[in-house]
Each structure stands twice: as C-alpha cells, then as structure tokens.
C-alpha cells in the first residue's frame, strides 16, 4: 500500500513538473514572435545553431540580428534560455523600444532597470545610479544634472584639449615610427584623462608612458576591467570564487581611492567654492557636512562615470577614424568644414586657440557635418545597451504580437538591441548597413536635445527620432551624452587634418595590383575582412540608466 501511494505522489509530481515546464516554454509567452522552442532547452540549441555560424568572439547583438532576420524582423522576439539565464525580449523596432523607455502610469521613470545589472557590481558600485529606481534614482541624477549640462561642459574646453594634446604626442611618436599600433588603448587612455580631469579634478595620469607612472586609480581599474573581459559573463560567482574574491578586494581599494578623492575635493570646496568647477564639485555644493551615506554615494557615481564613460568616446572615436579611412568624400568634407570654422592651419595649437578664443565654444556647433559623422557613427556602432525589467504581476502588456496584438511581459529581461533598432531597413533603407553621414544632414543634433522630441517626430532627414538611441531615450537616457559629444567634436577637430589612419589585419583595406585602395560602388573602400564588434563579459554591454 505505501509503496503504491508512493508510486502514484511520484506520477503525480511528474505530471505537475510536467505541465509547469511546458506552461513556461510553450505556453507563458506564446504570443510573442519567437523561433522554434524546446520543451527541454528553450532557444537554447536554437541559439547555439546561430553561434556557431559566427566568429565566436563577435558580440550577441549580431546573433540576435540573424535571429531577427530569420523571423522575418519583428519589432520584438523571445528568447528563452532559462535555466542558464532569464527569458529575454529582444527589441528590434524603435517603436516598441520607445513603449518601454517612456514614461507610463505604471512607471513613472519608465520600466525599471534589470537585475543582470547586478553582475557589474564592482565596476559601478552597488549605489550607482545605473541600478536605482524611482526617487532615489531622481535625486541622484538631479544632483548630477548641473555638471553634465553642455554650457557648463564648454566652460572645460581647457581640460579637454590638455588632455588631448598628450594624446597627440603619443600619436606623433607612433607616426613618426612608423610601427603598426592598435588605437583603442590609447583612445580609452585619452577618455579616461578627460573623465578624470572634467568629473573629479584629478590627473589620473593614464597617458603615461611608463606603467609606473600611470595613476594608482587607473592602473586599479585597469585590473578590475581586466576580470571581465577575460571571463564569460553571468556565471554565478560560486563557479569562480577566487575570481569573485579578486573583484571584491580590487573594487574595495579603488573604493578607498575614490572615497579619499571625495573628501579631499569637498574639503577644497569649504575652504574656496569657487575653485573647482568639475561635475564632483558642482554635485557636492549643497552638502556642508559630508556624511558616510553621501560619500559612499559620490564614490559609486564616480566608479559609475568612470565605467560607462571611459570606453564609450573611445569606441566611437575609433570605429570614427575606421569608418573616414574607409569613405574618402566623408574625411573630405570633415577637413574641408574643419578648415572653414576653424582656420587653415591644422594645427593642435591653431585648434586650441581657435577654441578658448571668445565665441570659440560656439564653433564646435557650427562643425555641423562633424556631428553628422559622430551621429552616423552612433547609429552603426552605438556603445551600450539598455535591459528593463517588469517585476512578475505588474501586467506590463506591449504591442509584440502578431499585428502589433499585445502581450504580457512581466518577468522578461527587455533587451533594447540598439544595433537592430538603428540598423532598421524600414527606416534606413538598403544602405542601413553603410556609413552616410549625409543622411543626417539638416538633423545633425546628437545632444540632450534629442531626447525631448516625440519617438516619431521626423527630422529633415525623415528618420524617426526614436529611431536613433545609441544614449537611450527617455527620463533614463544618459546623463554624459553632452560630454560624450563634446570630447568626440575636439578629438576629430584637433586630430582629423593631422592623421591619415590605415587599417591592418580586420578590417583591411582591399588593394589592387598597383596597391591602391579599390572604392566601391558605395563610395567606401573595398574591405578584405568586416570588421565587427567584439564581445566582453559584462553580458550584453555597457547599459546606459
């Protein structure tokens, strides 16, 4: 009799697995476009089948263009892959990635954050404000909003173009060499000098020649970047506990580094308010009594600007130079517009002195088709993503389904793909995959401006605002867009007319028999290789709030 009644809990308990394992792989999301699904795996082998297909260290957002095209493009597509991570939605269309960055009843701030922000813990700081919601995260970027304002950014021009003119002699040694160089790390070590000097007043020193010369903050975060990009992303830290441990005792020194720059900067500013202006001071000038809560909180802000500032001008600064070598009449037109707002002489001390002169900042808003390069650049190879979340039982419905039919989505991670989005052949017809900064001509705004028109507001240009997202949209777009923006225009202004840039290994340049490059009907040079974007353990990338 026990053995009987055994036997049948048992059959029972199957039954029950059973039907809860199909309800979550064929029955939960059913309304959402997705490929064939397995009642064991999920997409999991589907994913693996399009892997595979591709240079293992290509980022995800090219699997999951192919997955698109391979359903036929909606605007939004599952992708289960639970157990080993959440059940995401891919978005593809601008319209259903504007859905959940905008404001609604239900949230306020737009849909709140995802928990795989989690894995960057250390980089940012558990405070930062990529990872609040609600009030607290409206506190946070209120306190910061002054610093990053575009009219107070120019008044730090100098900073900018100090640091840029270390990366010029940096380059000018590699050129005179002649010695094939790779140029993000020089770029990332340019960003992070300009992020250092405009956000904390502090020379971090990363151009330095010398390792040892290097500032104690770089080469610490140097070390910490190091722990994700040489690991897989998402793996619980109980696979790796001494990689985890690693991470822990990294991330607390620069904590102490950074807690200690806080209260030497906020000791500076009672003593002389006036005497700093970077965007620390600007945020700690209502606060006379530094409390721990506080500091521990500009600490995490700076870890924060520090991550997903560093890299961010720095890709786009060398998918830029990649993207004007390989389009002869777009490097044409920047120097020709170089040369009329900013003199003839090409020069890092004529640019330097056109800029600081009166009236200089204005000139970086007259370099129009320099901002239609950036802004091209942008929508090609925007350098983050944005992943949401709607907490089961909040009933967050979009219009996913088949005819824009709407479906539930509580507890999807919500993957805004800027890639596909921008990449949008209803939008960006055939050539969406080719660089044409002249697309963006008469709609070369790239601030924070941006952010204020309606989704599907039409420039002159015809493309939809909401279309063009590489800083997200919405109360959650980034808070250093303008700075962003601003150290793209000088390093193409100081820099353009000086270099020509020739891409070796990936990338290269297809020459003929005579060793000249072959221009294409597309007016681009002829490539041996594409050129792609590479993935590191973060997960899906850097995300913007």
Known sequence: ???????????????YLYNRVRHARLEQYREIPQLKSSLVWGHLKTMNDFLVRREPDRHPNYIFADMADELGNPDGYLVDIRPVGWPMLIVTGHALAEHFSKPSKAFPWSVTKSPTMYDLVHLIGPRSILMKEADEWKHSRKTFNPGFAPNHLLTLLPAILDKTDVFVERLDAYAASGATFGLLKPLINLTFDIIGAVVMD???????????????????YDAL??????????????????????????????????????????????????????????????TPVLTPARLLEAADQLKTFLFAGHDTTAILTSWMYYYLSLTPRALAAVRAELDAVLGPDPSPSAVRAALLAPGGSDLVARMTYCSAVIKETLRLQPPAGSARLAPVGTGLTAPVGPGGKTACVDGLVIYMCHNSVQRDRRVFGENADDFVPERWLGDTDTSERTNDEDAGEKGKSGIPAGAWRPFERGPRNCVGQELAN???????????RRYDFDKVGLGAFELDGEGR??????????????????????GIGAQWE
């Open 1 to 15: 009799m026990a053995t009987t009644l055994v036997l049948v809990a048992l059959a029972a308990l199957a039954v």
């Open 225 to 286: 970047v190091h722990t994700y990009t040489t690991t897989r992303g998402g793996t619980p830290w109980w696979f790796t506990p001494r990689l985890a441990y690693r991470r822990r005792v990294l991330a607390a020194k620069i904590d102490a580094l950074l807690a200690a720059l806080v209260r030497d900067k906020h000791a500076t500013l009672l003593a002389s308010p006036a005497k700093s202006r970077s965007v620390l001071a600007l945020s700690l000038h209502d």
């Open 486 to 496: 601003i150290e793209a225009r000088v390093i193409l202004a100081v820099t353009a």
């Open 202 to 220: 502090h020379d971090c020193n990363a151009q330095a020649l010398a390792e040892s010369d290097r500032g104690d903050l770089v080469k610490l």
């Open 517 to 538: 490059r072959v221009l294409g009907e597309n007016g681009a040079y002829n490539v041996k290789s594409e050129l792609y974007s590479v993935s590191w353990s973060g």
